[in-house]
């Protein structure tokens, strides 16, 4: 089993910066991949941002530019540095973790991000 552990949400305005970290603990047997969705009220989740062991990163097209995924794979963590922030990065954000990217097998509790002037 693997847990995800996720802190860094808040409210900010627009044009302001956030940072979440998710820490993994368990199974070391998980993946190699850490990430970031996101879910909007009434919309369908999305993915934000991805990232490999090696440091090979994709990104959503609506967050290209304005964040930044990172990871310390001796602490198990992964970070989103998010800048620029807008209205619509207003979500729950989940750190996930597997094999890939776009079916991971483990998902956090979420963490509320609001960006609102």
């Known amino acids: 089993q693997v847990q995800l552990l996720e802190s860094g949400g808040g409210l900010v305005q627009p044009g302001g910066s956030l940072r979440l970290s998710c820490a993994a603990s368990g199974s070391i047997f998980s993946g190699n991949v850490m990430g970031w969705y996101r879910q909007a009220p009434g919309k369908q989740r999305e993915l934000v941002a991805g990232?490999?062991?090696?440091?090979?990163?994709t990104y959503g097209d609506s967050v290209k530019g304005r964040f930044t995924i990172s990871r310390d794979n001796a602490k198990n963590t992964v970070y989103l540095q998010m800048n620029s922030l807008k209205l619509e990065d207003t979500a729950v954000y989940y750190c996930v973790r597997g094999w890939t990217i776009t079916t991971p097998q483990y998902w956090g509790q979420g963490t509320q991000v609001t960006v609102s002037s």
């Open positions: 990232i490999t062991s090696g440091g090979s990163t």
